[in-house]
């Protein structure tokens, strides 16, 4: 018999994603109850700042991002890097009341510019910046002179390096099969 009043609820969410829960009121008297399943949506924030990385492909590139702590304790983060051409620590603790570098090492390995992120996490929230890479084309690599006595032959190896966790696969192209003969395992 009585007016129904509003409830107002604030939600604080300092990290992004889903999170999900439940609200139930109870009516104290006869023990009835109604309850309501929330499901919580929150994006990341801005980036911090978006930094601009240029290099040759197949050569790294040190960024070094400052991280403030105006705490009176370290605060440790949990590192997420976007991509697998991107290096650093994947936890990383700053110190109370200072600025301290992350260091960040960018190493593609062709050429070509796209967008990636670092994403910093604590219990207080989460940061992230935004890294625009552009690697351009490595110089050729030349051979020293094969010569060969006529119906002989001659070779050289190749190192092929990956420095990647992950198996890769490498095509290879002989723009002179008659004079050219590439052996080479998978």
């Known amino acids: 018999g009585e007016q129904a009043h509003k409830f107002d609820y604030q939600i604080y969410a300092p990290r992004s994603g889903i999170s999900a ?23 990341s924030p801005d980036p911090e700042q978006t930094i601009e990385v240029s ?6 590139s040190t960024v ?15 590192v997420i890097l976007s991509d697998d051409d991107l290096f650093g620590e994947k936890t990383f603790v700053a110190a109370p009341n200072t600025t301290t570098d992350y260091v960040l090492v960018v190493s593609p390995l062709k050429e070509m510019k796209r967008a990636s992120s670092v994403y ?7 940061f992230w910046y935004s890294l625009i890479i552009e690697s351009y084309e490595p110089q050729a690599n030349t051979l ?3 010569t060969s006595a006529l119906g002989k ?8 390096e990956n420095p990647l966790t992950k198996a890769v696969t490498f095509r290879t192209e002989n723009d002179n099969p008659t004079a050219f003969h590439i052996v080479a395992k998978r």
């Open 21 to 43: 829960g439940t609200l139930t009121f109870t009516d104290p008297a006869t023990r009835n109850y109604i309850w309501y399943v929330f499901e919580i949506h929150v994006d």
């Open 153 to 160: 032959f001659a070779s050289a190896f190749i190192e092929l």
């Open 144 to 146: 020293a002179p094969l």
């Open 120 to 126: 910093f996490y604590s219990d207080d929230g989460e």
């Open 55 to 60: 290099t040759e492909a197949r050569k790294s």
């Open 64 to 78: 070094k991002i400052p991280i403030a702590n105006s705490k009176s304790t370290p605060t440790q983060f949990q």
